[in-house]
């Protein structure tokens, strides 16, 4: 998990520096980087419908609204390709996004506490 967490921790700056650079990247490197984005929310998403029970419903499910919504936008933009109006607001919440899986699976319950023998 700690490799998952560093790995997306690293795409925070990447997405602030594609947001204050907007179209000076290229059209492959755009689709990576949206395209990684999506992936890496996927384990977010999961995970909040398999520990739906044990998190608090309002803001599991804000968190859960708010990934869904930046993985149909992101799967559209690496199909699509560069071109989108706001994409800098796009780069903007992917990196809100991040930070939000971070703090989750940090801060989460674990559905399996530890018992001492």
């Known amino acids: 998990m700690i490799p998952f967490l560093v790995f997306c921790s690293l ?7 594609a947001a204050i650079t907007p179209h000076m990247h290229s059209d492959v490197s755009m ?6 984005c999506t ?16 998190l608090r419903p309002l803001p599991a499910l804000l968190l859960a609204i708010f990934a869904t919504v930046m993985v149909v936008v992101n799967s559209w933009i690496t199909a699509m390709g560069m071109g989108v109006e706001f ?17 989750f699976f940090l801060m989460a319950p674990d559905p399996e506490p530890m ?3």
């Open 11 to 17: 795409l925070i700056p990447v997405n602030l520096w």
């Open 39 to 54: 992936v890496v929310l996927l384990p977010l998403l999961w995970t909040l419908w398999t520990q739906r029970r044990l």
């Open 87 to 103: 994409g800098w607001l796009d780069h903007l919440f992917l990196a809100l996004s991040e930070v939000a899986l971070t703090v």
């Open 115 to 117: 018992t001492e023998p």
């Open 31 to 36: 689709r990576i980087l949206h395209g990684v």
